[in-house]
Nanobody, 125 residues
């Protein structure tokens, strides 16, 4: 059983930056595709970004493309989501999820088996 742990959430002002990390203590994430999802109150969970464990490439939902960057730190065994130019509409609980490895990752929730508990990100002045 893969136990995912997110870290790095918090409160940030609009236009600011924040980095969140996903780790699986005792495991390496390089055998999985990793995705980041978010869910705001009253809204459905949506995919934000994903990272292919095989091709080591990322993908993004249009609303965050150019602002968010996903990467993997092999030394720290984490997948990182760097978020810049944050907007109030980015406020949500962010979850990382792990699924089967592919050449190209996807952001459909059903493709991910393991989920973290999430970390809250609030963008507000």
């Amino acid at each position: 059983q893969l136990h995912l742990v997110e870290s790095g959430g918090g409160l940030v002002q609009p236009g600011g930056s924040l980095t969140v990390s996903c780790a699986a203590p005792g495991f390496s994430l390089d055998a999985f595709d990793i995705a980041w999802f978010r869910q705001a109150p009253g809204k459905e969970r949506e995919g934000v970004s994903c990272f292919s464990g095989r091709s080591e490439t990322g993908d993004y939902v249009p609303s965050v493309k150019g602002r968010f960057t996903v990467s993997r730190d092999n030394a720290k065994k984490t997948v990182i989501l760097q978020m810049n130019s944050l907007k109030p509409e980015d406020t949500a609980r962010y979850y990382c999820a792990a699924g089967a490895i592919h050449n190209q990752c996807a952001m459909e929730t059903y493709k991910y088996v393991y989920w973290g508990q999430g970390t809250q990100i609030t963008v507000s002045s």
